[in-house]
């Protein structure tokens, strides 16, 4: 199984059209993408949202950068 959960990890990205901090959810080990997630776009739910309700979606590799870069590099190899 490719995909490594992860915790504590938060990568920058552009995502509809903005650049965004988001919360890294999953590393995929054979292609570097990760899985982020971030709270709804509808600002009248974000005060309300549930883990359950979180938007995700993946990234490659090329389409972010991690905010610690030495903290995710060990995460993900280690």
């Known amino acids: 199984m490719p995909w490594k959960p992860i915790s504590g990890q938060a990568v ?9 901090e988001l919360l890294v959810m999953a590393w995929n080990s ?3 993408e990760v899985k982020v997630a971030w709270p709804p776009q509808n600002h009248a739910t ?9 938007r995700t979606t993946q990234l490659a590799k090329a389409r972010y950068e991690p905010l610690d870069p030495e903290g995710f590099n060990a995460v993900t190899r280690g």
Do not use: K, M, N
């Open 30 to 32: 054979d292609s570097g």
């Open 12 to 20: 920058l990205a552009r995502i509809d059209g903005q650049v965004r």
């Open 46 to 54: 974000v005060s309300r949202h549930r883990p359950s309700s979180v």
